[in-house]
DNA sequence: TTGTAGGCGTTATCAG
DNA sequence: CTGATAACGCCTACAA
């Protein structure tokens, strides 16, 4: 662990400059004999270039940073495997940082953006703060946000349409007959909790449907608190026959409660989950999901980043992605006897 | 997006010398006066400290990074669950990186170490090649590899007991009466891999059991692989009455397949998962795994590194986290009908 | 307590 | 094509 070799010391070993040494090192024009020499003494020395100086000069450091509220979230994975490749392939290395949905640590990610570790950010933030506003503002690299931030905030944003999301599923589920439809939500003063809840009442609205507020529970997106607040619905509005759940997390936690319940999915209760992740594809019975596009959005979010990063200084710009509905096992398929029937949902 | 004021800016503003301002900065003793004025242009700025700049002058980044093989395996959660808070006690931020299990990603990461962007690394290799060797013996900076490197590798290592784990598996399902007991393994070319493929037939033959070329499955460590992999197994050997499988995403396809093919668990067909991660207490049925302490020896790794950090220039350490069978339904309990039966396992 | 100046390892400009 | 040399932004003796 001695100190490394640095580019001085290769020049004395070469016997060059270290003009010649960085020349030949980013592949500029050199005598075939120099370059020799150079390459050889780095090789000897097991040089390895210093990067941070490397940023202080040249203002860059090829790493972009994705911060994803909850790795364990199988959306922020989908949208993971898009950024990912896009940005290698432009040459960036991509660091990732877990913040738990906590706004202290998002606020630490983007004060890292400040401290120049990185070129740019993509970030999904579950609550958008007045300091997360003011962070952004100041942002002197490029961001791109996945999720809502208020018109006029000075980064590119890329949208979820979770309003016409739960209305694709609301509508489903009514279509199915259901009349007892509720909704299992994450906390609302996060933005996507925010726009689900009044999508919902919005949506039953429309269909002439009552607004109930014992229809509501309110829990947080993960499976264990969705099982939870799934477990206080039952016991509170017995007569539910559809979930509405804000993510696919919840859904889950909502299809254990049911099972050990002995509720039958969906023959007693329908089960709609949000964002179409693996999971729900993958759990039993299958689970009925509305897709936001995680996938997409991560797509077009990096796409967004680079081109601002090649030096795209326009104007910020939203996207939003079409949602879609994934009809599957939870509301129209078959429920617990081994599979056949073939009905097809709405 | 206009180039962010450095502390000259802020020693030109305040009307004191860089030095001073640093030195502000640094909670370093100033005069009072000097203070205001210094902290006053500063906020007025919004200066953001260029950590890039300190980090070439101090030597230190106060980063520390976690290179995961795969982000959805919920093993590598339990253990940066453990890593993250304790390095962010200790003032460092962590980054994640995901490799993918992929080499070059790997060595990718290895060689940013060496550029210096982070003080330390925190690294859960899948496959051990000669590229990581050669780079974990020039490494400049300390590493902690999750997982077994060979002896005399120059960095502190982590281990899992899977041979011990395998066996309490193994042992376990022979108590249960399972005779025809197969193995649904990832890649031999990888050190878990191999190591668990190695612990099985260890384990069959002290039982007395005929080891059979048939009852190995060779897949991959996701969900779908295993999946597929116990499909081909159930086609091949009709007769086998218990799934030991080498992690639990594993065991999960597994469940997929026999489920959808009509074999009860455990009652025809026992299934076993290591790593007994969230997941699996959270299937259906629940999933008997094998515990390999991941969330302990994420722990245990942040601790090694952070003794080495503080500058504990000491041999390398080997630590050894014992494994722990949690049984569940997969095994022991009540299989499809709705629960009541009291047995237990083992 | 404060300012001046040197240096961290690179890159890039400018003469030679 | 090559070699001095000046930044990049910050920290830190050292001197005042």
Request: include cysteine; proline fraction near 5%.
């Given at each position: ?18 003009a ?76 990732l ?90 906390p ?53 026959d ?28 329908a089960?709609v ?30 796409e ?43």
């Open positions: 662990m001695a100190d490394g070799p640095t580019i001085n010391t290769i020049a004395e070993r070469a016997g060059v400059s270290i010649s040494v960085s020349r030949v090192l980013n592949g500029l024009p050199t005598r075939q004999e120099t370059e020799r020499k150079v390459l050889k003494a780095a090789e000897e020395l097991g040089y390895v270039r210093n990067a941070v100086a490397r940023s202080l000069k040249s203002r860059r450091t090829d790493q972009v940073a994705f911060a994803m509220a909850d790795v364990g979230n199988p959306a922020y994975l989908a949208m993971l495997r898009q950024i990912q490749p896009v940005l290698k392939a432009a040459g960036y290395r991509l660091v940082h877990s913040t738990d949905a906590v706004a202290a640590d998002e606020i630490d990610v983007l004060h890292s953006l400040g401290e120049r570790y990185v070129d740019g950010l993509i970030m999904s933030p579950l609550r958008v703060t007045d300091a997360h506003l003011e962070m952004l503002a100041a942002a002197r690299a490029p961001v791109v946000i996945i999720g809502s931030v208020p018109e006029g905030t000075p980064v590119d944003n890329v949208r979820a349409d979770s309003r016409t999301g739960v209305r694709l599923a609301v509508d489903h589920l009514y279509a199915l007959g259901r009349r007892r439809i509720a909704m299992v939500n994450g609302l003063d996060t933005v996507p909790g925010a726009a689900r809840g009044a999508a919902y009442r919005e949506a039953l609205e429309d269909l002439g449907l009552p607004y109930d507020d014992d229809l509501v529970q309110i829990g947080d997106f993960y499976r264990a608190e969705g099982a939870r607040a799934v477990a206080e619905l039952l016991a509170r509005v017995p007569d539910v559809a979930l509405m759940c804000a993510n696919d997390l919840i859904a889950l936690g909502a299809l254990d409660v049911l099972r050990a319940a002995g509720r039958r999915v969906p023959d007693d209760v089960v989950g949000m964002d179409d992740t693996d999971l729900a594809a993958a759990s039993w019975p299958s689970l009925t999901s509305v897709s936001l596009g995680s996938a997409e959005r991560g797509k077009v979010a990096a967004l980043l680079l081109d601002r990063l090649r030096g795209g200084d326009r104007e910020p710009r939203v996207v939003t992605v079409a949602p879609r509905l994934a009809v599957r096992a939870s509301t129209a398929g078959p429920a617990y006897e081994p599979a056949d029937r073939k009905e097809g949902g709405a």
